[in-house]
């Protein structure tokens, strides 16, 4: 076996990646030293996956933080498909999968709310309600690496509460070398299309250029990807589980799902660097990603128990009724859809210059923007109105998936099912019954930042450097609610549907399909029209909330030692003022009583966030760090909304009403005073590096007691000034329902990481290896204070992760599998909101193949063949120990090829 060693120099200079120039003369001295010491050394390439874990492990051990970090393989290729699946490997962290799909992390047990997503340390937009930037917006293709700081420094700004996810672009400059990069993979699912119509096949594509010119002093680089990604989704869900007359439990309404989905990504980067010498240098970045997704949903939904169809014939075992018969059922046959349009830009021009001797300035100006329109549309169809037209008889077989049916109907019959409002739901809009919703909201997030610092280099004994700088930033995110009934014209109560695609087979629930058409398409035509929801509950869902914070911060370098135990790390704090404000509507009553009137409030507020990072080396690979935080996170968007859904109830305008019992007046809605989140944070790792960086092992424990917590909670309003239909009011307090600031709790954990190359068991294994990960995490917050069993939304106790890998010559070949235990996930409720759910344990397992052609004609050519969810993990979610969702989203293959040139 041919030996090799990587110097820790060349380590800690290929780790510190954007590392600042203020050393730019000291290591190129060191690097030329180091050189001729290294003259005997033979130099070995390490690519692939290989060459990715070395890359992440360099990151880590030479970081003063502690942190994780995924690197790229090459150009153009993270280890997995999303960047949210390649962060859910690392310890502490967990993904959650919506639609298939990683798409939210969590970090040490708390929610995205709680973290905070940088591009090249930049504060990024988000597309959602809250802070949780959705990674899939970005191209996995396009960058290099993520690294994900457990423990914050002064210096970073825009840290989050439970983490800071920083995705990081390509330096050109620091590539060194012209490359030229295409990827391309074809990829499909093995349940075909399930909607008519719908696509079962996509693929990526991606472009990357890299150059230097000018003797090196000015870098390119650019990127473009493009990803067709569909899904094909059969899903249960139940109503609930009512109570019999005999006490035992029985499924009381069932809604079974065809959703075919498509994902739509372009992402374009370009990154120019100018670097005349060692005293100055600027960089442009430029990021865009247009982002339009897709998804169709035929289902039935059907009223059984609590929709008044009689049971007969039932099973029952253990105390449910596991089968049976149900008569007089009225279903609703269903298309729906979901179509997003979301475009991301994001710019940042930072320049570096020397100032004087030791002295070193940086100006950073950002620009971050998104903007997003859905439309959530819902259409109905039956047999006829409420009260007329067919009934079915329905047999039911409860199993591990939900239950499938045996219905007498046949749902696929278009002249039998028609556009109506068979349960006559909403009419007191439309009378008969509302035909379906047309819901189009739509979201823009803009922030802008500029950060001036300076650095000096010193020759103290314990202290080497001090930077000191301040970031101002600004950010307006603006919500419009755009919400109709959908009704027929001139009165009419149903109708034969125009334009049916075909059928859509709902096989796996035993019907064998259903009506198919496009909503879209009667909208269009005037089959359907709409009527504008005026109700106050609509009303509020238009709301701005603005943030201009302040930043002030000052970091000091530690490079000493204790005894024979060099000592690194840093110092510091940040200074943090924060000016919020919110205008929107409060709003009453529905229909024509509707009455409004804008609701303007904010807060201003200072935080001051000391931290402190240690590193101890005890030598022969061994390190052991600690850190020590205060750390904050701001309340999500939605919750600073200064709306309210207000009511006064002249029945409890009398001489018996207080503010806390019996007012005539109430509330719900947002608080644009609501104070941020705050945690002090400790945080401990043992660290061993292998030799000839064969692998590492961690250890870490973390602590963190949370002063404040975010709940709903109920309080004395005063409503003096709110309209009251010309009554007066016997009082003007009464109970208003919204966020509040209240008790925190802590949340504490271990953490394990071990990457082994099988060379440290045996030279027979050195093309072998394995990383494994795990967690547990426990906390004593309680999330709801009127529910205290209620969890913490993003924790699960345990999680694991495992890779086994192999590489020889071109070949290389691995497979992995995530583990989480059960969670409270956030997931899209009525009318695209947000519900909170349990969400059963989940095990994840993906494996790859590939070959590099690294000599000949083909030099340059790799081969891939990817399979993800081989063992078809489904999404489920129970209550009260009963099955109320399963989702299967079945295998995803990619076959597919990239050429460096």
């Not at 820790?8 to 050393?23: E, N």
């Not at 690097?31 to 874990?53: M, N, Y």
């Not at 950010?475 to 027929?488: I, M, S, T």
């Amino acid at each position: 076996m041919t030996k090799f060693k990587l110097s820790m120099l060349t380590l800690a200079l290929a780790a510190a990646g954007t590392g600042s120039m203020a050393y730019a003369q000291t290591t190129a001295q060191a690097a030329e030293e180091q050189a001729k010491a290294d003259e005997q050394i033979e130099v070995i390439s390490v690519t692939g996956f290989r060459r990715s874990l070395q890359d992440s492990q360099n990151i880590k051990m030479f970081n003063s933080s502690i942190v994780e970090a995924v690197s790229a393989e090459d150009i153009g290729k993270l280890p997995d498909v999303s960047i949210a699946e390649s962060l859910a490997r690392l310890p502490g962290l967990t993904a959650q999968r919506l639609n298939g799909r990683g798409q939210v992390i969590s970090i040490r047990g708390l929610s995205p709310d709680f973290s905070t997503a940088l591009l090249n340390g930049r504060e990024q937009v988000s597309s959602g309600d809250n802070r949780g930037v959705e990674f899939d917006q970005y191209p996995s293709e396009l960058l290099s690496g993520v690294v994900v700081y457990k423990t914050p420094d002064a210096a970073l700004v825009g840290q989050g509460l439970s983490g800071t996810a920083d995705m990081r672009l390509i330096s050109p400059l620091k590539h060194g070398e012209t490359t030229v990069v295409v990827n391309a993979r074809y990829e499909w699912n093995q349940i075909d299309a399930l909607n008519a119509g719908a696509d079962d096949n996509g693929q990526r594509l991606s472009i990357s250029y890299i150059d230097q010119f000018a003797d090196n002093t000015i870098g390119v680089a650019l990127g473009y990807a493009n990803m067709s990604n569909p899904t094909q989704i059969e899903r249960f869900e139940a109503w609930g589980y009512a109570d019999t007359e005999d006490g035992n439990k029985v499924i009381g309404g069932a809604k079974i799902y065809a959703n075919s989905n498509l994902l739509e990504r372009d992402g374009f980067i370009g990154v120019f660097e100018y670097k005349p010498n060692a005293d100055f240098s600027t960089t442009l970045d430029l990021y865009y990603s247009k982002f339009d997704e897709t998804q169709r949903t035929s289902f039935i939904e059907m009223p059984l128990f609590w929709g008044g169809a009689e049971l007969s014939d039932a099973v029952v075992e253990n105390g449910l009724v596991t089968s049976g018969t149900y008569s007089d059922v009225k279903a609703i046959v269903r298309n729906h859809g979901n179509f997003r349009e979301s475009d991301l830009f994001s710019a940042g021009w930072k320049t570096e210059f020397k100032l004087a001797d030791n002295w070193f300035g940086t100006v950073d100006v950002s620009h971050s923007k998104l903007d997003r329109t859905d439309l959530i549309l819902e259409s109905d169809a039956g047999t006829g109105t409420a009260g007329s037209g067919a009934t079915d008889t329905i047999q039911f077989q409860m199993n591990g998936k939900g239950a499938t049916f045996n219905a007498g109907l046949n749902y696929a019959d278009p002249s039998l099912i028609l556009l109506t409002s068979p349960q006559g739901w909403g009419g007191d809009i439309i009378p008969g019954g509302q035909l379906g919703y047309y819901n189009s909201p739509s979201i823009t997030d803009e922030l802008n930042q500029i950060r001036l610092s300076a650095k000096t280099l010193t020759e103290h004994n314990v202290f080497d450097e001090v930077e000191f700088g301040l970031n101002v930033s600004s950010r307006e995110k603006d919500k419009k609610a755009n919400e109709f009934f959908l009704g027929l014209p001139g009165g009419a109560t149903s109708a034969t549907i125009p334009n049916v695609n075909g059928t859509t087979s709902l096989a796996g629930f035993g019907i064998p399909g259903m009506v198919s058409y496009d909503p879209r398409e009667l909208i269009s035509s005037g089959v359907l029209e709409l009527v504008r929801n005026p109700n106050a509950d609509v009303l509020i869902k238009d709301w701005n909330v603005q943030e201009d914070v302040v930043t002030a911060f000052v970091k000091v370098g530690i490079n000493t030692s204790i005894g024979e135990i060099p000592v690194t790390g840093n110092f510091g704090t940040q200074v943090v003022h924060t000016d919020q404000s919110s205008y929107a509507l409060a709003a009453s009553g529905t229909g024509i009583d509707v009455s409004s009137f804008r609701l303007e409030g904010g807060e201003k507020y200072w935080e001051v966030l000391p931290s402190m990072n240690l590193s101890f080396d005890l030598g022969a690979g061994h390190f052991v760090r600690l850190g020590l935080a205060r750390t904050m996170a701001r309340a999500r968007m939605d919750q600073l909304r200064a709306s309210q859904d207000y009511s006064f109830n002249p029945a409890n305008n009398n001489s018996q009403a207080t503010p806390e019992n019996n007012s005539p007046w109430s509330a719900t809605g947002g608080n644009p005073a609501l104070k941020p989140w705050l945690a002090n944070a400790l945080d401990v790792s043992y660290e061993y590096y292998f030799d000839d960086s064969l692998g590492y092992m961690s250890l870490a424990a973390f602590y963190k007691d949370l002063e404040t917590y975010i709940y709903d909670q109920a309080t004395i309003q005063d409503f003096t000034g709110y309209p009251s239909g010309g009554i007066t009011p016997v009082i003007n307090e009464g109970v208003a329902t919204k966020p509040q600031n209240g008790d925190g709790g802590r949340i504490n954990g271990l953490e394990f990481s071990l990457s082994l190359s099988g060379a440290m068991v045996s030279p027979m294994l050195e093309n072998f290896g394995t990383i494994l990960t795990g967690s547990w995490t426990d906390s004593s917050i309680e999330s709801d204070p009127n529910n205290p069993a209620t969890p913490l939304p993003g924790l699960s106790k345990r999680v694991a992760n495992v890779t086994m890998y192999y590489e020889n010559g071109g070949f290389a070949a691995r497979v992995s599998g995530r583990y989480r235990s059960e969670f409270l996930g956030e997931i899209s409720g009525f009318g695209s909101g947000r519900d909170l759910k349990m969400i059963e344990a989940e095990t994840v397992v993906d494996a790859q193949i590939s070959y590099n052609f690294d000599e000949g004609q083909f030099e340059g050519l790799t081969l891939l063949l990817q399979a993800n969810n081989i063992t078809d993990e489904p999404f489920v979610r129970t209550e009260n120990g009963q099955l109320i969702e399963y989702q299967r989203y079945g295998r995803t293959f990619m076959a597919g090829l990239s050429y460096k040139f």
